[in-house]
């Protein structure tokens, strides 16, 4: 199986995605990262000291959701409350990056923030800025004009209830009424506290703790069967499909007649934060259900979802590459993706080393130097030639082999962590997405090679490996041009 193909028959569902307009309401957060390291305890207090040196702002709540939708290939449109201040500013702004149509709504008050600070790859705490109080009638009315102006244009609905203040019972049965009158479901992302607001909604996708919390019943351990009770009791008593969400248990699913009931253990190799998962679930569950796959078939590709973004750092996003097949697609990163990689392995405590060239008919000489690469760290990322970054520096003979086969080859190779194909001819952008640890590079180029500053100024340091003579793809050509048609038998 190459890259461009696949076996997967979810492939075909995930294709669909790109069709489909997801509208979103609710409680739209701009999430915020501290980063940095702690080595001391301050003089004026027993609390440790964070020495940052990077910091992080993303999409939260409904935003997030909305996001993870984009991410997956769909088109969503946010209706939530925004404030006229720097968060407000900012959240829009990711919004834009992030390809989200947000309809924000001034509801003169500060926009939701969380801010994480993260020191030795632990939160060692989070600051809420919050002044949650109920929509006024003012702000109900606007939300029902732009959920008037836009859901004929939808597929689905989704409700996403942080209980910070963008819900009410009113606008909530509102929005259901209006998103049922051309026929969309409505999935929400519920809080316990407003049971009542969703009376009538298609889907409901609470996690353990809130599925109690919804019933009235104590905080209890996820057994089988008290999985199974909780599900059918509250598809029954709210009358709607219940997806919940369990964690490291997986998902489980009921049917709100309790016919159909179903549960699928976690698909995750790795937790190593469950920031948003939730958001991820809801997002990838709608598609599927808006393109059109049964309960079984959404619940699925929502657990594949949700298994990647577990094991990626703070509140993040899936791609259908991701999802779709644990093979080499995983492992072949795009552009876009590459910062947040080198983010999650570094706040995994992976030491990245990266190495590049255009790897053209792979050799021993190749081997040698990938193989001292991955000894000097935990990762290695390898930037590959495109076909046409190698023919604008070797001629337009140049590539020998197309630059997908040259990744499945490289995949291929135990050594070798990820690869991220690059179109210029020199890999300045690729280092500068990644700021490796260490960067690998041939004695011919030493230690004043073009990649010198880039490395440095990141915070990485150059280790150059001996080439071996006579081993290149130039000498292995020529080799085999003296050769001839025998010399190929």
Not at 308 to 325: D, N
Request: proline share 4%; with cysteine.
């Amino acid at each position: 199986m190459t890259l461009n193909e696949t076996v997967d028959p979810a492939a075909v569902l995930v294709s669909k995605f790109r069709e489909k307009h997801v509208l979103v309401l609710g409680d739209a957060i701009l999430d915020e990262y501290l980063l940095g390291e702690c080595s001391r305890i301050s003089p004026e207090a027993p609390v440790p000291v964070l020495k940052v040196n990077a910091s992080r702002r993303v999409l939260g709540g409904a935003a997030n959701t909305a996001a993870n939708i984009v991410a997956l290939g769909g088109r969503a449109t946010l209706i939530a409350l925004v404030g006229a201040d720097d968060g407000g500013v900012t959240l829009k702004r990711c919004a834009a990056d992030a390809g989200v149509d947000l309809l924000a709504v001034d509801h003169g008050r500060s926009t939701l923030r969380k801010t994480r600070v993260v020191g030795q790859h632990q939160q060692i705490v989070r600051l809420d800025y919050e002044d949650v109080q109920a929509p006024s009638a003012a702000v109900e009315a606007e939300v029902t004009r732009l959920v008037d102006a836009c859901v004929d244009s939808c597929d689905i609905v989704i409700i996403s209830d942080y209980a910070k203040g963008f819900l009410s019972a009113t606008l909530a049965q509102s929005i259901i009424r209006r998103a049922h009158e051309p026929g969309l479901d409505v999935i929400v992302d519920p809080r316990p506290q407003n049971r009542d607001y969703y009376a009538g909604c298609d889907y409901m996708t609470p996690n353990w703790r809130e599925s109690r919390a919804l019933l009235k019943w104590a905080d209890a351990e996820p057994t089988e069967d008290a999985i199974g009770a909780v599900a059918r009791t509250l598809a029954s008593e709210l009358g709607t499909n219940v997806v919940l969400t369990l964690g490291a248990h997986g998902i489980s699913f009921c049917s709100r007649n309790g016919v159909e009931q179903f549960a699928l253990p976690t698909l995750a190799r790795e937790v190593f934060d469950v920031s948003g998962a939730g958001d991820t679930v809801v997002a990838a569950f709608a598609l599927a259900r808006a393109a059109g796959a049964d309960h079984a078939s959404a619940v699925e590709l929502a657990n594949r979802a949700a298994s990647v973004v577990v094991g990626k750092f703070g509140t993040a996003t899936a791609r259908p590459e991701e999802i779709l097949q644990d093979t080499d697609a995983l492992r072949l990163v795009p552009r876009h993706a590459l910062g947040q990689l080198a983010t999650t392995l570094r706040a995994k405590g992976k030491r990245i080393v990266t190495v590049n060239g255009s790897f053209d008919i792979l050799h021993n000489g190749h081997l040698y130097i990938l193989n001292e690469a991955r000894q000097k760290g935990d990762v290695l990322i390898v930037g590959l030639n495109s076909d046409a970054s190698v023919r604008s520096y070797k001629g337009p003979e140049r590539p020998i082999t197309p630059e997908r086969r040259r990744a499945e080859m490289l995949l291929a190779l135990r050594m070798v962590d990820y690869v991220h194909i690059f179109d210029e001819c020199d890999p300045i952008a690729f280092l500068k997405e990644v700021n490796p640890d260490v960067h690998v590079n041939g004695s011919e180029y030493g230690e004043q090679c073009i990649e010198s500053e880039t490395v440095r100024r990141g915070g990485g340091r150059l280790h150059i490996v001996n080439r071996i003579p006579g081993l290149s793809t130039s000498g292995v050509l020529a080799s085999l041009q003296t050769a001839g048609p025998a010399g190929a038998q």
